[in-house]
């Protein structure tokens, strides 16, 4: 089970890695584009209307580059919530449906016995169920 989670995070990282250099020249190269592009409209507005306008062109275009990003690294981080949020459910049903983990609980309650196991459960329940709505509350406001 810690096998599959390990070999996963290794994944996880390398797959990051990977993207991140190759976002990494991307932008530097998107940059590059649009700073030659804002240069040519600069000078194109600077010799047709005169430079304040062209300063507010520049301005503009910079403008827009920006509410573009937000809006990208938005939904970028939005989607990237929703993809942890599945893998953390599916690697609870994982742990769960485990027949070792099954079999032990199996064996947990014979030697304790259910008689004594069922407060020591109700008291999980109530501390899992505060710990699961403290997380809740956290997701909807963020603190950044």
């Known amino acids: 089970m810690f096998a599959r989670l390990v070999d996963g995070l290794k994944e996880s990282t390398n797959n990051a890695l990977r993207l991140t250099s190759l976002v990494a020249v991307l932008a530097i190269a998107l940059f590059i584009v649009i700073a030659f592009l804002c240069a040519a409209a600069f000078i194109w507005v600077l010799q047709n209307y005169g430079p304040v306008e062209a300063c507010?062109?520049?301005?503009?275009?910079?403008?827009?580059?920006?509410?573009?990003?937000?809006?990208?690294?938005?939904?970028?981080k939005n989607r990237a919530?929703?993809?942890?949020?599945?893998?953390?459910?599916?690697?609870?049903h994982t742990a769960l449906a485990d027949p070792m983990v099954v079999a032990t609980g199996i064996q947990v309650i014979r030697a304790i016995g259910l008689k004594k196991l069922i407060p020591l459960l109700a008291v999980g329940g109530l501390a899992l169920g505060l710990f699961a709505s403290r997380n809740h509350s956290s997701d909807e406001a963020p603190a950044e």
């Open 81 to 92: 919530r929703e993809r942890e949020r599945e893998a953390v459910k599916s690697t609870l």
């Open 56 to 76: 507010l062109t520049g301005a503009g275009i910079f403008l827009i580059v920006a509410l573009i990003t937000a809006a990208l690294y938005a939904f970028l």
